[in-house]
């Protein structure tokens, strides 16, 4: 009994060092999925359903894991899709897919079958519109809850990330008051770079060196308990060069822009929650900071004085927001005093110079 148990153990090793030899491990991996995929299907009693919404935090900050699957699962569209959003933004070559309402993606990691299926809730009363909510839900097995929380849900993010590292296309965020009050945004095709900005050269160098120093003082933020980012105010009359100054950091630093309208914000709520709602690294621009009550006329450059909203800008400045290499440029038409917390850049515009800076105030 004990000679055929022996001679039983030693073959069995031998087809297994075989097995792991002779086939390759996806191969391996390929067979393994294919039988637990038919023997041990789970029963719909096990399974568990995640769902990701596109807001976080009540409804103040987006899901960065639902943005992360929105641009994984839109690589994992297969042909037996039944129906697809295509749009296609002006300036951008390629069509963008996106999916429709109940429209399922399957997917699969270390042999976990994965089920995705979108949702798009838009209300159901037409006299009462209400913002569109979107949301994924994520079907597993529940005795893979932690691999997939714990594994496949930082490999989505991660994969996310590479992705738009390696095709980074620069966005211009602004408000859309018909999608109630988020951020929409479009490709960021303005030419202006720090090469052609019409700006003398030691003040340019002087722009520069201030970003990349900012840049590299992430453990120094971090070392004074103090949100990593960085303000500028830019004043002078309209048309003399603030915004080609601003695309031209947005194209130097590689980050996206912000552009928030005073006039759009009704309430401390909705500007607490519009700038909870801005990404990382990224060019926040509040426009006309010296305006912000009645919406002046532009081109007489009027200025406003509104101290209710100063202290309401000021009551949830980003100082106190999580906000993570940004640069917070404001734009005045007037060198004005309406700022509780003074930048730490000014960027003086003459009129005499369209186009030129006319001075740069470093204020440490």
Known sequence: MLSWYASLTTTVMLLQTAFNTLIPHELRSYLFHLIRKWFFKPHPNGLLTLVFDDNSSGGYARNEIYDAAEAYLATKISNKADCLRVTKTPGNKNLILSFEDNEKIYDEFKGVDLSWRFHRNTGSDPNKPTPEKRCFHLTLPKQDKDLILGSYIPFIIETVKRMRNNERVLKIHTIDRYSGGKWTNVNLKHPATFDTLAMEPSLKEAVIADMERFRCRKDFYKRVGRAWKRGYLLYGPPGTGKSSLIASMANYMKFDIYDLQLSSISDDSELRRVLLATANRSILVIEDIDCGG??????????????????????????????????????????HNAYTRKPKVRVNFLPAYPSFLGAFLLQH
Not at 299 to 304: H, L, P, S, W
Not at 310 to 319: G, I, K, L, M
Not at 322 to 333: E, H, Y
Request: aromatic share 12%.
């Open 294 to 335: 009645d919406l002046p006329d532009r081109k007489t450059a009027q200025v406003c004085n509104n101290p209710k909203f100063c202290f309401r800008f000021h009551s949830v400045s980003p100082q106190e927001t999580t906000f993570d290499a940004v640069f917070l440029v404001q734009t005045s038409n007037a060198n």
